[in-house]
């Protein structure tokens, strides 16, 4: 089924088999990567920029990766040395990469609603790398990929998303395309972060980690996102990680083949044991980065199909 939009905004809203889609294609592109093999010509001649006005190390490098893969030019725009810091807004600044006729925006913001602003403002597909506490699409996909590889399937699953659900845009997008292809999604965190709209998402909302992992085939955990949250809304670091950091004795509620999964960055000792977090079965961090790279591929290979040929 043909992607349903020239952007790629937010998980909510794709059906499953654009969702399913975006995954196998991304497949292929985990097979390609690991043979050493790259395929130029698919966007010889665009040119993708990566417009990040909040850092990143993954998203960015692995947008950066992608592209030059596929054959794109690929500019990396560093917004703290940008006019930006001169006054020039966030749309004037889109004109700016307009005019130069780029094809492919890749934008993170700290303001939800900015990256879609934009696609309404530039000729290019504009791509969410991360808008405030809304989405971050490419990141759901990409622990999509990862579950599905694992487990043959997204169907059924129990998934356990921990911590931070408010502040999180991973949360967000992983709950739309997880309930989407049918998982059963629980969300697990201290009442002050639990989303005030959680009843609408279609999750079971738990605050004790272990009822929430009970027989869990997926735990999933999340930073505090401290950048995000105005005043105290966890007492310390060492209670919140007693509470609510992933540990052996945590884990062991939950199935004993289950996965545990972390977007990154990491805050090890405080949501995230490092005995979990580098467990050699269990984990699968390493490969969520991998499978960032194939799922970014496949996205920028869907959108440069509905390109105009020459602009
Ligand atoms: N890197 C992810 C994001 O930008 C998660 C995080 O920062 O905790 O949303
Ligand atoms: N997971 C994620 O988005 O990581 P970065 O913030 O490093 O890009």
Do not use: W
């Not at 609510?244 to 199935?255: I, M, N, P, S, T």
């Amino acid at each position: 089924m043909p992607h349903p939009s020239r952007h790629l905004l937010a998980i909510e809203g794709l059906e499953p088999p654009h969702i399913a889609d975006l995954l196998d294609l991304a497949e292929s592109y985990v097979l390609l990567n690991r043979s050493g093999k790259t395929q130029r010509d698919l966007l010889k001649g665009r040119t993708l920029i990566n417009l990040f006005f909040e850092d990143s190390t993954r998203t960015r490098t692995s947008f950066e990766l992608a592209g030059k893969r596929l054959g794109a030019d690929v500019i990396n725009m560093s917004v703290s040395t940008s006019s930006v810091n001169k006054g020039e807004t966030l749309l004037d600044t889109a004109s700016t990469l307009n005019a130069m006729q780029c094809d492919l925006l890749v934008v993170r913001h700290g303001q939800s609603g900015a990256p879609a602003l934009l696609s309404q403002k530039v000729d290019a597909a504009v791509i969410n790398a991360g808008d405030g506490t809304h989405e971050h699409p490419t990141q759901a996909l990409l622990d999509a990929l990862t579950i599905r590889r694992h487990k043959g399937r997204l169907e059924g699953l129990v998934v356990a998303i921990c911590g931070d659900i408010a502040h999180s845009r991973v949360a967000r997008s992983n709950i739309h395309l997880l309930t989407t292809m049918g998982s059963r999604v629980r969300i697990v965190g201290p009442p002050t972060l639990i989303p005030a709209d959680a009843a609408r998402l279609g999750v079971e909302v738990f605050h004790d980690m272990k009822a929430g992992l009970k027989d869990a085939d997926v735990v999933m955990m999340l930073r505090l996102q401290r950048e995000r949250m105005s005043g105290g809304l966890v007492p310390s670091a060492r209670e919140f990680f007693r509470f609510y950091g992933l540990d052996a004795e945590k884990l062991a509620h939950a199935k004993p083949d289950s996965i545990v999964m972390h977007p990154g960055p990491m805050n090890r000792g405080v949501e995230i044991d490092s005995a979990i977090a580098d467990h050699p079965t269990r984990s699968v961090i390493g490969e969520q980065v991998e499978m960032g790279v194939a799922c970014r591929m496949a996205v920028l290979d869907v959108l440069a199909r509905r390109l105009p040929r020459n602009r």
